[in-house]
Nanobody, 126 residues
């Protein structure tokens, strides 16, 4: 059974940084497309970053230059480095797993993913 567990969220001030992690378990055949999404209160869940099995990445325009997605396939772990945090980054952050090797241009689409973690909260104060 596939499980995704996020960690690393917290409360930070504007301009600060955080590194989110997502530990994947329950499958061992090969690495897959994975993504990070976020959902603020009263808003829809939006994709912020995605990464292919071989490291190809995509980002939402709103986070380009501040967010960096990476992975350690040996550890089955996904990361999201968030720099220069802004109050509008406040949200629950979720990792997700697509049951394909490649994100294939749909890495930021919710419907492309089959498995989701429970989320980790990021709160940015001004």
């Amino acid at each position: 059974q596939v499980q995704l567990v996020e960690s690393g969220g917290g409360s930070v001030q504007t301009g600060g940084s955080l590194r989110l992690s997502c530990q994947a378990s329950g499958y061992t055949d090969s690495s897959r497309c994975m993504g990070w999404f976020r959902q603020a209160p009263g808003k829809q869940r939006e994709g912020v970053a995605a990464i292919d099995n071989d490291g190809g990445t995509s980002y939402a325009d709103s986070v380009k230059g501040r967010f960096t997605v990476s992975r350690d396939n040996a550890k089955n772990t996904l990361y999201l480095q968030i720099n220069t945090l802004k109050p509008e980054d406040t949200a629950m952050y979720y990792c997700a797993l697509r049951w394909r090797l490649k994100c294939a241009g749909v890495g930021l689409w919710k419907a492309a993913y089959s498995y989701w973690g429970q989320g980790t909260q990021v709160t940015v104060s001004s």
